[in-house]
T-cell receptor, first 117, second 108 residues
Framework: DAGVTQSPTHLIKTRGQQVTLRCSPK?????VSWYQQALGQGPQFIFQ???????QRGNFPDRFSGHQFPNYSSELNVNALLLGDSALYLC????????????????FGPGTRLTVL | GIQVEQSPPDLILQEGANSTLRCNFS?????LQWFHQNPWGQLINLFY???GTKQNGRLSATTVATERYSLLYISSSQTTDSGVYFC??????????FGAGTTVTVRA
């Protein structure tokens, strides 16, 4: 059973550039969330995609955008990169929250480490 | 938003020792998860425990939802237990809010 996968593993960009990160959810999961983890801190929620739409968003600027494809995989795009965008970007997946279930366990991928110079 | 506080921030243990990590949260939650982050950044699921008690080998966890806290117990610690332990909660809005983590160092 394949877990959550992310690509690339590492990425180096310069200020002002744009970047796209990719995530494939765990088998049987259709909901994908993205998190940013700065050095020495806990992950911060960016947004969540379900049924190819952004369902929930954290406190991140519009430079952060995403997409979900019909096969449930997802992309995170960051435009006009700033030095402060350097972080570990984590993708998490979870199954459809069916009727009667208040929550579901989220599973994380290995992350993409982005360095902005 | 919901606040999550973890204590202690750092913990140094001798191999074989037992320890308790605590997670306090500011509001009622419908999800609580404990993770171990390895040196490469991978978040490994330890427990999905909105309430009650669970055990998995040398690890166990208890969540007292009515009092808004959770405890993670590590028994007979090993050097491979080193890393950062995170508590994360969700309050009916699909997003996990993480604490700042507890950094555990187990010395041989």
């Amino acid at each position: 059973d394949a877990g959550v996968t992310q690509s690339p593993t590492h990425l180096i960009k310069t200020r002002g550039q744009q970047v796209t990160l990719r995530c494939s959810p765990k088998s049987g999961h259709d909901t994908v969330s993205w998190y940013q983890q700065a050095l020495g801190q806990g992950p911060q929620f960016i947004f969540q995609y379900y049924e190819e739409e952004e369902r929930q968003r954290g406190n991140f600027p519009d430079r952060f955008s995403g997409h979900q494809f019909p096969n449930y995989s997802s992309e995170l795009n960051v435009n006009a990169l700033l030095l402060g965008d350097s972080a570990l970007y984590l993708c998490a997946s979870s199954p459809t929250r069916t009727s009667g279930r208040a929550s579901d366990e989220q599973f994380f991928g290995p992350g993409t480490r982005l360095t902005v110079l | 938003g919901i606040q999550v506080e973890q204590s202690p921030p750092d913990l140094i243990l001798q191999e074989g020792a037992n320890s308790t990590l605590r997670c306090n949260f500011s509001d009622s939650v419908n999800n609580l998860q404990w993770f171990h982050q390895n040196p490469w950044g991978q978040l490994i699921n330890l427990f999905y425990i909105p309430s009650g008690t669970k055990q998995n080998g040398r690890l166990s966890a208890t969540t007292v939802a009515t009092e808004r806290y959770s405890l993670l117990y590590i028994s007979s610690s090993q050097t491979t237990d080193s890393g950062v332990y995170f508590c994360a909660v969700e309050r009916m809005n699909y997003k996990l809010s993480f604490g700042a983590g507890t950094t555990v160092t187990v010395r041989a």
